[in-house]
């Protein structure tokens, strides 16, 4: 689950919980720079409470000032802080995203949060990126037939499918994860030689991909829109999975009716 991290963390190794001078240290010696959406260099810098004007809060502050706020030894914030590092570009256009988000809110008065912002903030937080190399498999995971996608049929998806945790709660979820723990999933179609690059190679071209998805006004615009992805059933994520019986636990494997009710009553 952590592969899509380990290059960035390799910078982070030592003695002692990474600061923020370890982070931009990392981003200094890159040879392409990191900048936000708004075209500010990117750097963390540690959280200061109270945020009462808007451009100091969280999101407003990484886009007009470049600032990711940070606290010291906590995994949310670290895990954030190496899936910016990971993926920066679909990072950046997230926060354009919620930044235009909280423009729209607060010019119209609304005093709750719209349905776009629980789909960027649910991606953020609990996101999968699934490559698939075959539309058959994505229909299946779509349409959360499980057993015949993660049983079945999961020499193919070993072959022509990968899931790369994006969230950063899901990251932290993944230290001591626990059956029920699910993901929300954004499918990238790939080509069948995707999966034979190197690790480096595919995480720069699905970034690529996913910023595009999120640059685009058109899409995560609700909850809905992200498929439910129960990350425990993925072949070789959980001993479990090993065994047949594992994926007959509807009440984590759910049916899309089930599945669909208990989104309706949230």
């Given at each position: 689950m952590f592969d899509p991290l380990r290059a960035a963390a390799r910078g982070l190794r030592g003695p002692y919980w990474p600061g923020c001078d370890d982070l931009n240290r990392i981003i200094a010696s890159r040879s392409v720079s990191m900048v936000t959406a708004g075209g500010r260099p990117l750097r963390f810098v540690e959280q200061?409470?109270?945020q009462h004007a808007f451009e100091d809060k969280y999101e407003p502050r990484i886009f007009l000032r470049g600032e990711v706020q940070f606290r010291a030894c906590n995994w949310h914030d670290l895990f954030n802080a190496l899936v910016w590092l990971t993926f920066p570009a679909a990072k950046a256009a997230l926060n354009r995203r919620h930044y235009g988000e909280l423009e729209r809110q607060r010019a119209s008065?609304?005093?709750?949060?719209?349905?776009?912002?629980?789909?960027l903030t649910l991606f953020d937080e609990g996101g999968v990126i699934v490559a698939a190399g075959d539309a058959g498999l994505a229909a299946l995971l779509t349409g959360f037939q499980?057993?015949?996608?993660?049983?079945?049929?999961r020499a193919e998806v070993v072959a022509r499918m990968r899931f790369y945790l994006f969230g950063h709660a899901l990251y932290e979820k993944a230290l001591a994860p626990f059956v029920g723990v699910t993901g929300r999933g954004v499918i990238c179609e790939v080509a069948g030689a995707f999966f034979a690059q190197p690790l480096a190679q595919q995480l720069r071209e699905l970034d690529a991909m996913l910023a595009a998805r999120l640059g685009d006004p058109v899409q995560f615009l609700a909850p809905r829109d992200l498929a439910p992805v129960p990350i425990l059933g993925v072949p070789g994520w959980c001993e479990d999975s090993e065994r047949e019986h594992y994926y007959d636990n509807l009440d984590y494997f759910r049916p899309a009716k089930a599945a669909k009710a208990t989104a309706a009553r949230r």
């Open positions: 200061r409470f109270p008065g609304a005093p709750n949060r719209g349905p776009a912002q629980d789909a499980w057993k015949e996608l993660f049983w079945r049929r």
